[in-house]
């Protein structure tokens, strides 16, 4: 099976098994990270309070930078610092995604690449994801529907050693509202604030405190009394940083009390 190589860490503690990203999708299916254009570099550090070790002892540290706007790499680390996983964006003159590479030094079986195509109207048409070493098609997004601007539909089809899985995401406005699963489990739906942040995800909530220009700096997922922190650092493009990989221990308390 080919398999995106964040997957590990976003099943673990971030979303599910479920993520793609492909050209729409790629700050939407992390909403909780979403930043404004003039941000250049992301740092976040999670903290799960139930995570074995010492109190607000962190696991990994993910890292995101930005260019004129657009992805252009995510690099994620354990938490010894050592590099876990790296992911690359690729585009052309006209800003449109072409390409991007997935890259595990612990788990090379998973290192992968998708070639991203459009239609002559300029839309994505399809996503090909494939294995670097086997060269097997482990994904294909097919998009479909548009009605307008952010509004379609993406069906995924994972190519497993044993089967084969498919799902429909479905957008509104670019933002993903709902996830069906073919073999006919429940839908995954998702809710938004007015910035398009994600608010909901099925029974999770997030909630979040934000710098003087509304980008976030700390967040809490929420779910069934369970608690995943992040806590993040932002370098804009005039070289200002604002907020801290250090826990913010009141935000924590605030939430805590409130459980």
């Not at 585009?91 to 590479?101: A, R």
């Not at 048409?125 to 097919?142: M, P």
């Not at 710098?211 to 005039?238: C, W």
Request: net charge positive; hydrophobic share 35%; charged share 25%.
């Amino acid at each position: 099976m080919i398999a995106n190589c964040f997957a590990v860490v976003i099943f673990s503690v971030v979303f599910h098994v479920e993520q793609a990203f492909a050209q729409p999708i790629i700050v939407e299916d992390r909403n909780y990270l979403k930043v404004s254009a003039d941000v250049v570099k992301l740092e976040q550090d999670i903290y799960h309070p139930k995570f074995p070790g010492k109190q607000l002892d962190f696991f990994t540290k993910w890292e995101y930078v930005y260019k004129n706007g657009l992805p252009e790499s995510e690099r994620s680390f354990t938490a010894r610092k050592s590099l876990w996983t790296e992911k690359n964006y690729f585009y052309n003159d006209q800003g449109k995604l072409i390409k991007d590479s997935c890259w595990d030094p612990s788990f090379t079986q998973f290192n992968n690449y998708t070639i991203y195509e459009y239609n002559k109207d300029g839309l994505l048409a399809k996503a090909i994801q494939t294995g670097s070493l086997s060269g097997k098609i482990g994904r294909i997004d097919t998009y479909s529907k548009y009605k307008q601007v952010g509004t379609y539909q993406i069906t995924s089809t994972f190519y497993g050693d044993d089967q084969i899985v498919k799902y429909t995401s479905v957008y509104e406005d670019g933002l993903k509202r709902m996830v069906i699963h073919s073999k006919g489990f429940l839908p995954v739906k998702y809710t938004y604030d007015a910035d398009g942040r994600l608010l909901t995800l099925n029974n999770r909530k997030f909630y979040y405190k934000l710098d003087t220009k509304g980008n976030p700096i700390a967040s809490v997922q929420i779910e069934r009394g369970m608690r995943i922190y992040h806590f993040m650092r932002l370098t804009y493009s005039d070289g200002s940083i604002t907020g801290t990989l250090e826990p913010d221990v009141e935000f924590i308390n605030n939430w805590d009390k409130q459980q």
